[in-house]
């Protein structure tokens, strides 16, 4: 049974940080790719950012150069820390675990994420 448990969301001012962080209690983490997408109140999914077994990263253009995402294998954890963040990021932040050939699909259609892997259920981020 994969549960994916996300912590780390809040309420920050415009210009603020937060760091968000996604524990994985199911198997073989180390051999999956991990992301984050956002989702919206009108049921909208963002894909903001992923990261493969070998550490490479693909993010959204949107938060391109504010955003930087990071696993450790050995806590079967990830991590997207947030910087100068925007109202426009405000959105639930759902992390999510996808087979490797997945991994930057998962930014341009975090949908797949349904049909392909697993998900948690998400952490608020406000910013005003």
């Known amino acids: 049974h994969v549960q994916l448990v996300e912590s780390g969301g809040g309420s920050v001012q415009a210009g603020g940080s937060l760091r968000l962080s996604c524990t994985d209690s199911?198997?073989?983490?180390?051999?999956?790719?991990m992301g984050w997408f956002r989702q919206t109140p009108e049921n909208e999914r963002a894909g903001v950012a992923s990261?493969?077994?070998?550490?490479?990263?693909t993010y959204g253009d949107s938060v391109k150069g504010r955003f930087t995402i990071s696993r450790d294998n050995a806590k079967d954890t990830i991590y997207l820390q947030m910087d100068s963040l925007k109202p426009n990021d405000t959105g639930v932040y759902v992390c999510?675990?996808?087979?490797?050939?997945?991994?930057?699909?998962?930014?341009?259609?975090?949908?797949?994420?349904?049909?392909?892997?697993?998900r948690g259920q998400g952490t608020q981020v406000t910013v005003s």
């Open positions: 999510a675990k996808v087979p490797p050939p997945y991994c930057a699909g998962l930014v341009v259609n975090p949908w797949v994420v349904g049909t392909v892997g697993n």
């Open positions: 990261i493969d077994r070998s550490g490479a990263t």
């Open positions: 199911g198997r073989g983490f180390e051999h999956y790719c």
